[in-house]
Nanobody
């Protein structure tokens, strides 16, 4: 099993920045990729950004390219999501997820999920 704990959410004005953290524990050696997803009220969960647990490959949704950056610190078993130039439409609960088998933007391909952290961007 892998446990994921997110932190760093909050309330910020449009144009501001936040950094989310996701600390992984347990059988982290089984992780192949990590992803950040978000879910706004009444909407489906959507992919935001992803990174392979080993290697430098990163992936972004078109809506966040150039504004968000995903990074990883393997020594700390932690993945980060730096969010800049935030917009009101970025408001959502953000979830960290870990997958064991292959790279994917489909949330159904992820095996472990954190509890989520609320990000609210005011206009």
């Amino acid at each position: 099993q892998v446990q994921l704990v997110e932190s760093g959410g909050g309330l910020v004005q449009a144009g501001g920045s936040l950094r989310l953290s996701c600390a992984a524990s347990g059988r982290t050696f089984t992780i192949y990729s990590m992803g950040w997803f978000r879910q706004a009220p009444g909407k489906e969960r959507e992919f935001v950004a992803g990174i392979k647990w080993r290697g430098s490959n990163t992936y972004y949704a078109d809506s966040v390219k150039g504004r968000f950056t995903i990074s990883r610190d393997n020594a700390k078993n932690t993945v980060y999501l730096q969010m800049n130039t935030l917009k009101p439409e970025d408001t959502a609960v953000y979830y960290c997820a870990a997958g064991r088998s292959r790279w994917s933007q489909d949330p159904y391909d992820y095996d472990y999920w954190g509890q989520g952290t609320q990000v609210t961007v005011s206009s």
